[in-house]
Every structure is written in structure tokens, then in C-alpha cells.
């Protein structure tokens, strides 16, 4: 049950109502359709809050159990550092919160505010004796919530059907002259693994036309017509080509093909020829969507139907940062997505009994929600204390073999399940977690960062809750500890006007983005945030709970959060972009994963690229000094 807040505010004493306290308004809809009976329950099982001006109503991570109505004052509700809705008397919020799973709102007291709380039990036997009453108020939320659902993939499918022909993978050009024998266009093909030749054929005033002969076209010609295979490939190619620009929409060349039921289309770009698209090709580009792969997830029987799912989030986040998606709903996705995967290859590799004993954890970016492209694994188990395993370190090994050929290479720091380290019982995580905060040296440090990032994935994440619980109840206002803890956000140099002067000189060294300008807001405001004891693990989210708690300047805080969306579009756009994040993977195969690297070339970027990573770096280098001022890194 929740209890009144705290603070004193004007005009209100914690703990105590104005008169009439109860007086609850059963006049106001859909209160109205209760009976005499069902109001007088609900009047002895409502409970009342008073907050002050200012006071959190209800946080993003705080545990609800009860419906708010405002009785006195106004509640605002913001999201993402916005107000998004005011609530006054008679409104009733919350709901969500109660059965909507991760949140992503905060409700602040706009002014000195009394709410009354309906319990959780209260309200579902209301639902349930009063189909009526139920109706008015699940529905509408039903509703909210199915509009909600609807929301990211209608986003994702316009991303996806505005993808243009250049993001799909097309086929080098092949051409045989006319005079060419159908054995020199067979001999083509063969060398150069291709299925299909253009044949380019000059006509009488010079110009040419260019036909197509593939390698249907020779069974034919040559098997069932007996053709010679020294006959000339001019007047036996299929001319009349169906052509497309590179910049046209995807879904029109799916849209040719069906019209004219052919396989290809040949693609060309100022007039002449590219290359050639073919019909899986282009289907692989629109089949990577989130649902299809999601789909792909969920009936994997075993780790090579997961792979095949996990090789195609690379060609999804193409596709959608081509299409001008924002960077944190595609880290929303690929977060998605990612612990789907992670979660189906644990449930496929250890017993039910494992599972229920268990909590498999993601940590670092991925339990951050922030990892967009494949970076290197951060995981770990948390055991049951009492439970043993025959074979856990074959299941583990397995785990993290299967990772690496999903695309996720190994972590260079060993934070993985495989290693004995980050596999132990809850009982050894909480004798680990004493060492990391009562013996901080450098590795303790970084381990404690890692594993307060940390995510569940699969198993039971209760596990994961007390390990956090017992960290932040660890944790004393010791200044030394803290200021130890912070010190890695000045570890790495910020450029920022000598990076200007070099850019003008186009002359400028590549900069390491992450060391740069990411790692530095991410462990600055991770270090606040566990000073703060916050059970937020995401980093925008963590500062705007720390604007909320005016631990942190609110202008700042919003500067700090579009400047960390900034960086990560340039650091995404150039690890797509760039020659050195081609897709790799074991065996060569595409879309296994990219190449790791956090350089961005300044000299390589546009002019609104670089006024942007300029203004962010300076931001950066500003926010460094804030931390140092904070915990004291220069004393």
C-alpha cells in the first residue's frame, strides 16, 4: 500500500487531509455506476497520498499498487522531460503503470497535491462485480494500450516501405557482346558464379540495344531446342528490359515483378547500367522486419533457426537508419530483439528445472538497452543459491559458442557466462558485490559499472532483484568510494577546439566517438544515478530521473540527452557507412555483424554532421568538468 510523502509543503501537513478527507467524489464518471454498496466498499479501502509541490507522484521504476485520483491539486505527467498531461481533480491515473509492464512516464506534483489511492484488489473486484464499471475503466486503457502496440510497427513498416533499391544487394553487371557463342556466355557465367548475362548488341546507326540471356534461356536454347553452342547470343537474347532507378522505391520493383513474372530487374543509375536485382535479394531486404524476425524467434527449434533470425538485425538497422529512423527507437528494436534471441537459445539449451533456477543477465549496452550493431558479448548467470547443475560448464560454453556464431564476438574482458566469474550463485555475486564496493580497485570498479547496467533475459529475474537490492543497500555516502567510482569519465581526452581547427585544415585525426564523447555522459550519469541508489539502467532515462529529483540542472539534462542521441546517430551512420563496417561473419556470410569501430572522421562528415559533433563534443567536455566539480576528481 502506499503511504503519504514527506516533505512539508504550503498549505498541507504530511500525513494529515483538510477536512472532510474522504470525501470522495462518486458523482464524476464512471464512479457514478457503482452502487450504494460498492461505494461504501470503496470509500473503507481507499487509502490517501500528499505530495508537495514538486514531489514524485509516481516514478518510472517505483512498485504500484493502486489507481491515483486527484482529489486536491494537479499532477503533471511528462515523458522524456515533457509535459505530456495535466491531471486535476477527479482524473485518475496509473493504470499503465499497474498492468502495463516498463514505464516510461514520471507524474510530478505541479502543485501542493492530495490523491486518493485505490488498491489494486479494491479496484479488480469492482471490475469484476460491476462488468459496467470494469468496462469504463479497463476499456478505455485497453484501448490506450492497443494504439500503443500498434504504434512502432506502423513506424517501422513506413520505414520499411520507403527503402530504395540502393539499400538491397545487387548483382555486378555481366556483358557478352552479340557476336559472343552461347558457349562464351555459359563460360561467363560459370567464372564469375552468375546466373545471367546482358548481351550488348549494336544496331546499325551505332547505337546499341542491351538484351538479357540467363541461365534458364541456355537449358532451353541448347537441351530441349538443340541450339549449337557456337550459335551468336544477339539474335537469342530477350530484349525490351525492364529497367529501374536506384533511387526507386523497393516495393516497385517487387510490384514489377509480379506484374511481369520475372526474377530480375536490371538497375541503373544515370542512365546506365549497375547492376541487377533479384527477386530474393529484394525480398531480403523487406523481409527483415522486426515482426518477421521476431516470428523466426519464436518457433526456432533449435540454435541454426536462431541464427539465421539473428543475422538479419543487421540488415534491418540498414534499412531503418536509411530511412531516417530515430537512433533510440532502433535501439529499442534491436534491444527487443536481441534479448528474444539470447532468451530462445538459453530456453533451448538448459532444462525447465535450470530455467527456474536461474537468471541469465545482460550487462553494458545491451542491458543499457543502447547496443545498436553487434558488439562484443556482456553476459552472465545468476544461480539459485542451493542449486546444482550437472554439466553447467558444457551448457555455458555452449551458450556463448552459439553467440559468437550468431555474430556476437566474444568479450575481450571475459564477462561472459563461460567464465566462472560471471556464472555464480546469488550468495557469490553478493560476496563479489562487497568486494567491488569495500575493495575498489581498478577491475572492481569496472565490474560493478558492467553489473549495474545489468538486464534479465531469461529465468527468474528475482534473482537479478535482490543482487541489485543488496548492491544499492551496500552502498554508504562515502565521498571516497564515489569519487573513485566517476573517475573513469575524465579518462579519456574530449577534443574540442583544437578538433575545430583541424577540421578546417581538413586535416583532422580520426576521434574514437565512444571514448570521446558516449562513454563519458554514459559513466557520468551512472555514477550520479548510483550515488542517487536509482534502479534505472538506460541512460536517457536515467537523466531525466535525475532532472526529476533536481540532482541534475534540467536545461542540462536535456542538452545531455540529445547530445548522447547525436553522437550515437554519427557513431551508427558511420560504422554503416564506413568501408571498415562492411558486414562480416563466420565464413564470410553477410549481415553476421560489423566491423568494431568507434572512429569517426571528421573530415569525411558534412557540415550539419560536424557543427553537431562539435557542439556535442564541447557539451561533453563541459559535463566532464560538472562530474569533476561533483565528486571532487581534482582535489
Known amino acids: 500500500m502506499f503511504t503519504t510523502t514527506p516533505d512539508t509543503a504550503p498549505g498541507l501537513v504530511p500525513g494529515t487531509v483538510p477536512a472532510d478527507p474522504g470525501a470522495f467524489d462518486f458523482t464524476r464518471p464512471p464512479f457514478d455506476r457503482l452502487t450504494a454498496d460498492e461505494r461504501d466498499g470503496l470509500s473503507a479501502a481507499l487509502d490517501i497520498a500528499v505530495h508537495p509541490k514538486g514531489g ?96 512502432r510497427p506502423a513506424r517501422e513498416m513506413a520505414a520499411l516501405t520507403m527503402a530504395r533499391i540502393r539499400q538491397a544487394y545487387l548483382h555486378p553487371p555481366l556483358f557478352v557482346e552479340g557476336g559472343a557463342s552461347l558457349r562464351d556466355a555459359a563460360d561467363t557465367m560459370k567464372r564469375n558464379r552468375a546466373s ?16 538479357i540471356l540467363t541461365g534458364t534461356d541456355l537449358r532451353d536454347l541448347v537441351v530441349l531446342d538443340g541450339r549449337s553452342v557456337e550459335e551468336p547470343v544477339g539474335p537469342l537474347a530477350r530484349y525490351g528490359l525492364l529497367t529501374l532507378d536506384r533511387d526507386d522505391l523497393l516495393f516497385n520493383a517487387l510490384v514489377l515483378m509480379t506484374k511481369h513474372a520475372v526474377r530480375r530487374v ?47 538485425i543487421v540488415e534491418l538497422i540498414r534499412t531503418l537508419h536509411a530511412t531516417g529512423v530515430k537512433v533510440a527507437f532502433i ?48 553476459n552472465g548467470l545468476i544461480l539459485r543459491d542451493g542449486f546444482d547443475c550437472p554439466g553447467l560448464d558444457a551448457i555455458v560454453a555452449d551458450f556463448s559458442r552459439h553467440l559468437v556464431r ?89 577534443p574540442s577546439g583544437l578538433f575545430a581547427t583541424l577540421f578546417e585544415r581538413r586535416r583532422a585525426e580520426p576521434v574514437d566517438i565512444k571514448k570521446a564523447g558516449i562513454f563519458p555522459i554514459v559513466h557520468g550519469v551512472r555514477a550520479l544515478a548510483l550515488e542517487k541508489r536509482m534502479t534505472e539502467t538506460n541512460t536517457v532515462a536515467r537523466i531525466w530521473a535525475l532532472a526529476e529529483l533536481g540532482a541534475l540542472d534540467r536545461k542540462l539534462a536535456g542538452e545531455l540527452a540529445e547530445a548522447f542521441a547525436i553522437l550515437s546517430t554519427i557513431r551508427l551512420k558511420a560504422r554503416v557507412d564506413s568501408p571498415h563496417g562492411a558486414p562480416h561473419g563466420e565464413g564470410g556470410e553477410p549481415g553476421a555483424g560489423l566491423a568494431i569501430d568507434n572512429f569517426v572522421r571528421p573530415d569525411s562528415l558534412g557540415k550539419l554532421d560536424h557543427d553537431q559533433f562539435k557542439d556535442c563534443l564541447a557539451l561533453v567536455k563541459s559535463f566532464k568538468d560538472t562530474i569533476a566539480y561533483h565528486f571532487r576528481l581534482n582535489h
Not at 200 to 208: A, F
Not at 301 to 306: A, F, H, W, Y
Open 331 to 378: 535501439a529499442d528494436l534491436v534491444t527487443e530483439l536481441n534479448r528474444r534471441i539470447f532468451r530462445k537459445l538459453f530456453e533451448l539449451l538448459v532444462p525447465p528445472e535450470f530455467l527456474a533456477n536461474s537468471c541469465l543477465i545482460v550487462m553494458g549496452s545491451e542491458g543499457r538497452g543502447e547496443q545498436l550493431l553487434k558488439t562484443d558479448q556482456d
Open 56 to 151: 514524485v507522484v509516481l516514478g518510472r521504476e517505483e512498485p504500484v499498487d493502486a489507481l491515483f485520483v486527484v482529489l486536491r491539486g494537479a499532477v503533471q505527467e511528462r515523458r522524456g522531460g515533457e509535459v505530456a498531461a495535466v491531471h486535476g481533480p477527479g482524473d485518475r491515473f496509473g493504470l499503465q503503470a499497474l498492468y502495463g509492464g516498463g514505464r516510461s512516464r514520471v507524474f510530478i506534483a505541479a502543485e501542493p497535491t492530495i490523491c486518493h489511492l485505490i488498491p489494486r484488489p479494491a479496484l479488480e473486484a469492482l471490475a469484476r462485480d460491476n462488468p459496467e464499471f470494469g468496462a469504463a475503466v479497463l476499456g478505455d486503457f485497453a484501448q490506450r494500450m492497443a494504439e500503443l502496440a500498434a504504434e
Open 406 to 494: 550468431f555474430g556476437y564476438p566474444p568479450c575481450p574482458g571475459n564477462i561472459m557466462v563461460s567464465n566462472p566469474e560471471w556464472t555464480r550463485s546469488l550468495a557469490g555475486y553478493k560476496d563479489a558485490i562487497f568486494h567491488w564496493i569495500h575493495r575498489p580497485d581498478e577491475a572492481a570498479q569496472m565490474n560493478l559499472a558492467i553489473f549495474y547496467d545489468a538486464a534479465a533475459v531469461a529465468g527468474d529475474p528475482a534473482l537479478l532483484d535482490e543482487a541489485r537490492g543488496y548492491l544499492l543497500g551496500r552502498l554508504q555516502d562515502n565521498q571516497m568510494f564515489f569519487t573513485h567510482f566517476a573517475r573513469p569519465t575524465l579518462a579519456f581526452d574530449t
Open 266 to 312: 536490371v538497375v541503373t543509375e544515370n542512365g546506365a547500367v549497375v547492376g541487377l536485382l533479384g527477386q530474393s535479394d529484394l525480398l531480403a531486404v523487406l523481409s527483415n522486419h522486426s515482426q518477421v524476425i521476431g516470428l523466426q524467434v519464436e518457433h526456432a527449434t533449435d540454435p541454426e533457426d536462431l541464427r539465421h533470425a539473428s543475422l538479419s
Open 196 to 211: 545471367s548475362v546482358l548481351v550488348r548488341e549494336s544496331g546499325r546507326g551505332g547505337e546499341g540495344r542491351i538484351g
